[in-house]
């Protein structure tokens, strides 16, 4: 099977998971007289954050040759960071959409970003001293 097609069914699999989820809780909520449950604008950032980030980290350290298990750490402590990140100004994720929310997005993802291509390169130097 070809990357490309795998990669596709993969992100067929996630999408159709995704919405047999939220159809799930739309009937489940309609049958009990409940209201469907909606993330708070903390979680609904932090989790796409999260997504565009671990993308990012991971496509940059492939480029520079990093195995897949220091693709996953990288990926890995850069979730960590960005969660770091976010607690610690969680009145900036969680309001609304503003300048300041989009400098910290921008300035700590590219800063996350650059550490974890220096952290892949100087573990990649340690293993070819060996």
């Known amino acids: 099977m070809k990357q490309t097609t795998r990669d596709n069914l993969i992100y067929l699999a996630v999408g159709l998971s995704v919405a047999a989820l939220v159809t799930a809780d739309f009937f489940y909520a309609d049958s009990h007289g ?47 960071l960005q969660l770091g990140i976010a607690f610690a100004f969680r009145q900036t994720f969680s309001g ?10 921008v300035v700590g993802g590219f800063a996350i970003i650059q550490l974890m291509v220096w952290a892949v390169r100087y573990l990649r130097s340690d293993s070819d001293r060996s």
């Open 34 to 80: 409940r209201e469907m449950w909606w993330p708070s604008n903390f979680a609904y950032r932090l989790v796409a954050y999260l997504g565009v980030l671990g993308y990012l980290v991971g496509r940059e350290t492939r480029k520079i040759g990093a195995t897949v298990t220091q693709m996953i750490m990288c990926v890995l402590a850069a979730w960590i």
């Open 96 to 105: 609304r959409y503003t300048l300041g929310l989009w400098v910290l997005a």
